[in-house]
């Protein structure tokens, strides 16, 4: 889903789209999907812990917590490694 959202915002940024020439809708789907898929970083943080013990007692500790982001340069360039450019979406019909 997280995906899905990336990708949306990516392909819809400032009214452009990809396209290849000789490149279908499905074609663009797949590619734009693999690409979304490499610029999508997995990365380990640290994050403090409070825990709230029976009686009112706190525990405090750190620990690693997985954050995911997204990287539009890698996206854009792996989409233009595989043909495509950034062209004038069209108006809506």
Same mark, same amino acid.
């Given at each position: =889903?997280?995906?899905?959202?990336?990708?949306?915002? &990516?392909?819809?940024? +400032?009214?452009? $789209?990809?396209?290849?020439?000789?490149?279908?809708?499905? @074609?663009?789907? $797949?590619?734009?999907? @693999?690409?979304?898929?490499?610029?999508? !970083?997995? $990365?380990? &943080?640290? +994050? *403090? !812990?409070?825990?709230?013990?029976?009686?009112? !007692?706190?525990?405090?500790? &750190?620990?690693? &917590?997985?954050?995911? #982001?997204?990287?539009?340069?890698?996206? #854009?360039?792996? =989409?233009?490694?595989?043909?495509? *450019?950034?062209?004038?979406? +069209?108006?809506?019909?």
């Amino acid at each position: =889903m997280l995906a899905l959202l990336v990708l949306g915002s &990516v392909a819809c940024a +400032a009214g452009t $789209r990809w396209e290849r020439p000789g490149g279908t809708d499905a @074609d663009r789907k $797949r590619d734009e999907t @693999d690409c979304a898929g490499l610029a999508n !970083r997995d $990365r380990s &943080v640290p +994050a *403090q !812990r409070i825990i709230t013990r029976p009686g009112g !007692r706190t525990t405090e500790g &750190v620990e690693l &917590v997985t954050v995911r #982001d997204f990287d539009a340069g890698v996206f #854009d360039e792996c =989409m233009r490694s595989r043909g495509y *450019q950034r062209v004038p979406a +069209a108006p809506p019909s």
